[in-house]
Every structure is written in C-alpha cells, then in structure tokens.
C-alpha cells in the first residue's frame, strides 16, 4: 500500500509539473485568475460579483500582458470595463457572448484577438487603441447596440467580418491609415453614409452588404478594387461618387441600390456582370435593367463597354478627345469675373457700404474728372471659380467630395462655400453639384 501511495503521489507531482509547465493551472488575486506568460501574466477568468470592473495592471506582483482567450467570455455579470495601461492584448473570443456594457483600451493595447467582443449585444460604449493596426475577425460581430465607432488613426486592416449584424451601427469614421476592409465586414449594419479615406485600397466582397439605411458613399480613387457585391440590395443608396483612379468594380457590386445616376471614371478597367444598374428580383430571380438609369462615361472606356453592352439607353457617351474647360471658356470668364460674395453686389450710397469702383475722388482744386488711374475702389475679394469650395484655387475632387459631405449633411457650409459649391447655380448645393464638377475634372462638358 505505501508503494502504491508513493508511486501515487510521484504520479501526481510529474502531472502537475507538466501542467504548470504548459502553463494551465492559474494562481488567483482577488476577482481574478491568470497565468505566468512572458514578461509578466495572462488573465484568465473573473470571480468576482460583476458591474463595472477594472483590468488591473498587476497581479501577483507581476505585469499583466493580456486578457486571455475565453477569459469573460459568456460572462452574465460584468458592466462597463476599462483596461489599466501596460495591457498589451487582447486574446480570441476574450468577451464575447458577455454582457459587457462598455470598454476603454489603453494605448498600450497592440493586439486584438478574433471574435474578441463577438456577441456582446449590450456593448455601446467603445474606445479603441491607437496603436491597434487590425480589428481582426467577428471581433465586434453582431454588437447590436453599437451606434458609433471612432476607429483611429493607425488601423489598416478592417478584417472579415469585423462590424458584421451590428445593426443599430449608424456612424463609422476611417482613418487616412485605412488600406483594406473585409469580407462582410460591415455588411447587416445601420449605417447611412460612409466614406473610403484616401490611402485604403481594397474593398472586398459584400464589405457592406444590405446596408439597408445607406443613402450616401464616396470612394476615393486610391481604392483598386471594389469587390462583388460590396454595396448590393444597399436599398436606400442614392448618392454614389466614385473617384478617378477605381480599377475594379465587381460583380453585382452595386446591384439593387437606388440609385439612378453615375459617372464612371477613365480608370476603371474591369467591370462585372449587373455591378451597376440592375436590380435584382426576389420573385422572378433575375436581373433586370433600372429604368432610365443614367450612365456618364467617355467613348473607348470599360464604363462605355460596359453600357453598350448591357443595353442601357440613357447613356451619355463624351468623345474619347473631350479635353477639361480652359481659363478661356465662357463659363469660366463669367464666373471668375464676379465675386462670390454678396457684400460685393449692389452698393448703395444710403447705406455704410464701401464705395464701389465707379465712385471717384477729385485730386485737384478746379474739379476736374479724374483719370482711371486715379479712382478709389474697394478691395477685392478673392474671385474664386465655382466649385472651387475649399478656395484653394483649384476646382478637383476634393470640392467635390466637400459638396458630398455637406449634402449627407455631415459639415456644413459658410454661406460664401455655399455659392461656390452651387455649381450649376440652382440656389441649391446637392449631389448635381458634385456630379458636375466630377464632369469637369474628367474634362466632359455640359
């Protein structure tokens, strides 16, 4: 019996090494278990009654690293969480399925896990880190009281998946570091407007599939690839800019969307079946053509293939040698030639309006009419171009997608950027403003 016991217990002490070895068997501290990992410890689990809790950024006396994998996850008690500094990440499936309310990330966070906060249905609160480069897969997947998402400076990548069934997520701002966003990775959510940055260069497939509240997109021209299905049964699209410098637009890409015009770019080399102008029907399961859709193009380009061949009928095709408005051009005289600004219209003497410039001054005792050269006139305001809303002297694709923002209300105009971005002079700034002057950069005249 007593060898029994000391093979036994020799038995039990090789198990527990090679359990602690492998770094399984977690030391406690107060409402939380964690592990030695390099350079200090892991989290792996909450004992504690719940509300709002604080990471601690020690245990044991030693640096806690992360949160490891499952640590909350499915958690029925936790609130509001807020990170300590020094954590570094956050491992897979860590929150998720958890009733987590909010959480606050230090700087210190680099890494987050797949599916990481996947399912948190009563997540509304979050603050990422800045020094994060991916949100990873499913990592907020189906956080369905998720209005808002500042995501910051530094991500790059939105992976698969990401945002996917948040579907009360309305307002996501991208940073200028954005290169690529996934698969589904905002598809199933609330949001109305959305604009691809400067500098991100992949959509890809169904990224915002049945963004059912979309009314308004602009994507700039540093995007390569717009991947099939990307925008498609986006129901209520309206508004759709696409930037000179797109190479791909993907099957059914923007198929079943609402809107009725578009302009596609020189660049553009690569278009798939019903990417734009179709509509899809659930009864008769097929495409079919959206009456009177418009399509503006030049003669020679894919996005004339591809409306020749589709058989849309309201196409306007500009010859291949349309060059842009010279300073020259009528229309640019005119507009140059009067100031923007209604304080420079109509003087009158009754009011403490400055002279205008047909008022004179005599120089001599006997009342002679004074030269030209010798007329006191106002100080000119700058005469600006229409179009040219961000007065910097040049009308381009960023007056344009200025005229966006403003008409999906997201800045708002002075009233001299107002008459400047009434580009057909209409009184009104709308999204025919920013197809017009798309028209001008793309050197197609009206």
């Known amino acids: 019996m007593k060898r029994f016991i000391s093979i036994l217990t020799v038995i ?115 603050t990422l880190s800045e020094n994060i480069h991916t949100i990873p897969n499913s990592c907020f997947y189906l956080c369905t009281r998720l209005e808002s998402v500042e995501i910051p400076e530094g991500i790059k990548v939105i992976d698969d998946m990401a945002f996917q069934s948040s579907n009360h997520l309305t307002a996501v701002d991208f940073p200028s570091t954005l290169k690529f966003i996934g698969e589904y990775a905002f598809a199933y959510t609330g949001l109305t407007k959305v604009i691809i940055p400067e500098g991100t260069e992949v959509i890809e497939a169904s990224a915002f599939f049945i963004c059912d509240k979309l009314t308004d997109v602009i994507i700039s ?30 099957t059914s890409a923007f198929d079943s969307c609402a809107i009725t015009e578009i302009i596609i770019p020189d660049s553009v080399t690569e278009i798939g079946e019903y990417a734009i102008g179709y509509v899809y029907d659930e009864f008769e399961f097929e495409y079919t053509l959206i009456k009177d859709f418009k399509i503006t193009c030049k003669e020679g380009t894919t996005g004339y293939a591809y409306a020749m061949s589709n058989g849309f009928q309201n196409v306007e095709a500009i010859p291949a040698d349309t060059t842009a408005p010279t300073e020259t051009t009528e229309a640019t005289e005119t507009t140059a030639s009067e100031p ?43 005469k600006y171009e229409k179009g040219d809303v961000n007065m910097d002297l040049d009308v381009n694709i960023k007056d344009a997608t200025a005229i966006q923002k403003f008409t999906a ?8 950027e107002f008459e400047l971005g009434d580009y057909n002079c209409d009184n009104d700034v709308n999204i025919k403003d920013a197809t017009a002057i798309q028209k001008l950069i793309a050197g197609i005249l009206e």
């Open 12 to 126: 039990l002490m090789l198990v527990s090494c090679c359990v602690f070895s492998t770094g399984t068997i977690s030391a406690a501290e107060g409402d939380f278990t964690y592990k030695e990992v390099t350079g200090g410890v892991e989290i792996t689990g909450y004992t504690g009654a719940g509300g709002d809790i604080i990471i601690p950024s020690t245990l044991g006396g030693l640096t806690v690293k992360g949160i490891g994998e499952k640590a909350f996850y499915q958690n029925k008690t936790i609130g509001n969480v807020t990170i300590s500094d020094g954590v570094e990440y956050i491992s897979a499936r860590a929150f998720a399925g958890s009733m987590i309310t909010g959480v606050t990330m230090p700087q210190s966070v680099t890494t987050l896990g797949n599916s990481a906060f996947s399912s948190c249905v009563y997540l509304a609160d979050l």
């Open 221 to 250: 021209g540093t995007v390569k690839t717009i991947g099939e299905f990307a925008f498609a049964n986006c129901y209520t699209l309206t508004s759709l800019i696409l930037s000179d410098g797109i190479e791909a637009i993907g």
């Open 340 to 382: 923007v600004t209604s304080e420079a219209t109509e003087p009158s003497s009754t009011n403490n309006t400055e002279p205008s410039s047909t008022e004179t001054q005599p120089v001599s005792s006997d009342n002679t009419e004074p030269s030209s050269t010798e007329e006191i006139t106002t100080t000119p305001c700058p």
């Open 409 to 416: 209300q997201l800045i708002t105009f002075t009233d001299v």
